[in-house]
């Protein structure tokens, strides 16, 4: 179990800088702000600072409830959980001061007794986890689209839970158990982070736009809708356009002369889709054209003629949208032909 916790604190380490680099250099989401990437910095250096104590503790250095970095970095990461989770979702809802009282959960660093803090601190926690989970199911609406995500979700929730149970039972089990389940929860926690950001790159984008047309006000009450769809309409038709592998969003709205956040409800509302969905469906309705008419292209030539970054990308998008692999679409076709 030494070995394996080693491990996992290792990898965690690692994941959570090339975490917090994707999240600030190379996701494009609309409305991303310094608040969102402050307190990410802040939620991934405690979980950091979490795993470098268990990492120490499990190669013969001191209790981490016993080092104060440790115990600091616990009692921040919910409330940096909190906010991260708030502002990444939810990027356009204003700044209230009573937010102010998500910061308390820090002063339960100043109860000497660690077996009455940490109880009140994880159930703290647990209830973060819940919210974000009620969060984001109320966009069952749209279940299909983010089965993936519903799922990572529900575990992480779960984990909080389990968290939970395990804080009140640390007066009555050895520390070491905590530690290694602790350990071992941030790990699975980041490599599903991972899995998801691999199989949907616009993941937190695509969840951030559904809540807030769930819950935040809309953005096209002043917009020709009907001639905003056309003029999108145009623009796609041309290839140009979408074989542009560094199309953005915002790009597209200047084009149109609307705003990212106004074209981004368009598709979602009118077109009942994301974005991204949006452009992958027009790239891969390109590729099935290209994969018949040109039998001796090879398939990574037509993925990247057609707007994709990689093969894998053009491979996960293609699956995505017909439920079967370029080679597979492409036999299937020359048969019938």
Same mark, same amino acid.
């Given at each position: 179990m030494e070995i394996f916790s080693l491990a996992i604190a290792g990898f965690s380490i690692v994941i959570a800088a090339v975490l917090w680099l994707t999240y600030v250099a190379f996701l494009e989401i609309p409305g991303k702000s310094a608040h969102s990437i402050l307190s990410c910095t802040v939620l991934l250096g405690a979980l950091v600072a979490l795993q470098l104590g268990h990492l120490l503790y499990f190669t013969g250095g001191p209790a981490p409830l016993a080092t104060v970095a440790y115990r600091t970095a616990l009692f921040v990461a919910p409330t940096s959980f909190f906010f991260f989770g708030r502002w990444a979702l939810l990027p356009d809802e204003p700044f209230r001061p009573a937010m102010l #009282?998500?910061?308390l959960p820090i002063a339960l660093l100043l109860i000497p007794r660690l077996d009455v803090s940490l109880p009140m601190l994880f159930a703290v926690g647990a209830g973060y986890a819940l919210w974000l989970g009620r969060l984001v199911y109320g966009l069952r609406a749209r279940r299909k689209q983010f089965r993936f995500e519903f799922f990572w979700f529900g575990v992480m929730s779960a984990f909080g839970v389990g968290v939970l149970v395990l804080g009140f039972a640390i007066p009555y089990i050895d520390q070491a158990w905590f530690y290694h389940f602790y350990c071992n929860a941030i790990g699975a926690a980041f490599a599903i982070m991972v899995v998801a950001l691999i199989a949907n790159p616009d993941l937190i984008a695509d969840l951030s736009e559904a809540a807030r047309l769930r819950y935040g006000k809309s953005t096209l009450r002043d917009v020709d809708v009907d001639g905003l769809l056309a003029r999108l309409a145009g623009q796609m038709a041309d290839p140009k356009v979408y074989r542009n592998e560094a199309l953005t969003l915002s790009t597209l709205a200047a084009d149109l002369g609307v705003s990212g956040h106004q #074209?981004?409800? #368009? *598709?979602?509302? %009118? #077109?009942?889709?994301?974005?991204p969905r949006y452009m992958r469906e027009? %790239? *891969?309705a390109a590729a099935k054209l290209m994969l018949v008419a040109e039998p001796t292209a090879s398939i990574l030539a037509i993925g990247m003629d057609t707007g994709f970054k990689s093969s894998s990308t053009f491979y996960a998008a293609f699956k995505e949208v017909t439920g079967q692999s370029p080679g597979d679409y492409r036999k299937a076709n020359a048969k019938d032909s």
């Open positions: #009282l998500h910061l #074209l981004s409800e #368009l *598709v979602n509302t %009118r #077109l009942g889709m994301s974005f027009h %790239r *891969v």
